[in-house]
C-alpha cells in the first residue's frame, strides 16, 4: 500500500511538473528588420504603433515584437493604458494572431477579461 502511494505521488510530481513547463515559454526579440506576415510590415515599424480596440479606441502601444527566434514573430508585446476597462499593465504578451490591421489602425479582437489572462513578458 505504501508502494502504491509513492508511485501515485511520483506520478503527480510528474504531472504538475509538465504542466509547469508547458508554461514557461523562451521568447526572444525579433530583429528589427523581420517581416511581420499578417501586417506586411518590419517589426521596427510595429514598435510603438497604438492599439486600439474593435470600437476603434486607443489602449495601448506596442513595445517589442517577440517570438521563438529572432526570425519568427509570433507575438507582440502591450503596454496598456487604463482604457476601456484594460487597466494600466505594462509588457503583455498577446499572439500576433489575435491583431489585424485597419487600414492604419493595429486592433485587438480582445476583449480586457480575454487580456488580464495573458503572459507578462520578462525581458
Known amino acids: 500500500m505504501k508502494s502504491m502511494s509513492l508511485v501515485l505521488a511520483a506520478a503527480a510530481l510528474a504531472s504538475l511538473s509538465n504542466v ?3 508554461q514557461t515559454s523562451t521568447w526572444v526579440e525579433v530583429d528589427d ?3 511581420v506576415a499578417p ?3 518590419d517589426a521596427d515599424r510595429l514598435e510603438d504603433m497604438d492599439v486600439h ?3 476603434g479606441q486607443k489602449i495601448g502601444e506596442i513595445e517589442d515584437v517577440i517570438g521563438a527566434d529572432r526570425a519568427t514573430a509570433t507575438a507582440l508585446v502591450v503596454d496598456f493604458d487604463d482604457q476601456a476597462g484594460y ?3 505594462d ?3 498577446v499572439p500576433i494572431e489575435r491583431f489585424s490591421l485597419d ?3 493595429l486592433v485587438l479582437k480582445d476583449d480586457a477579461a480575454t487580456v488580464a489572462a495573458y503572459e507578462v513578458y520578462k525581458d
Open 53 to 55: 480596440n474593435a470600437a
Open 91 to 93: 509588457d503583455i504578451i
Open 87 to 89: 487597466g494600466d499593465r
Open 103 to 105: 487600414g492604419v489602425k
Open 33 to 35: 528588420k523581420t517581416m
Open 39 to 41: 501586417f506586411n510590415v
Open 20 to 22: 509547469a513547463s508547458a
